[in-house]
C-alpha cells in the first residue's frame, strides 16, 4: 500500500451526491421504521398515539402553566 500526500488525495476524490443522497434516504427510513413499524397499519397507530401523547403533555402543561399564572397573580403573600 502506498500512501499518497494530500494534494493526490483530494485531486481523485469526487463526491458523488446521488451515492450520498441515496445513503441518506436508507438510513432515514431505517430510522423511520424502527420507531414507526414496517407496515403501513403499524405505522399509522403508533404515529397517532405519539400525536395523541404530544397533544395530551402540551395540554397539561398550558394548563399547570395558566393555574401557576393565576395564583401568583390573586394570592398575595402575608407580610408583602
Known amino acids: 500500500m502506498v500512501k499518497k500526500n494530500k494534494s493526490e488525495r483530494s485531486n481523485k476524490f469526487r463526491a458523488d451526491i446521488e451515492t450520498i443522497k441515496k445513503e441518506d434516504v436508507r438510513r432515514l427510513q431505517e430510522t423511520f421504521s424502527q420507531f414507526f413499524g414496517d407496515n403501513p397499519g403499524e405505522m399509522s397507530s403508533k404515529a397517532t398515539k405519539?400525536?395523541?401523547k404530544?397533544?395530551?403533555?402540551g395540554f397539561a402543561i398550558t394548563?399547570?402553566?395558566?393555574?401557576?399564572?393565576f395564583l401568583t397573580k390573586n394570592i398575595k403573600i402575608v407580610g408583602t
Do not use: E, M, P
Open 50 to 52: 405519539i400525536r395523541n
Open 63 to 69: 394548563v399547570l402553566f395558566l393555574v401557576v399564572f
Open 54 to 57: 404530544v397533544y395530551f403533555f
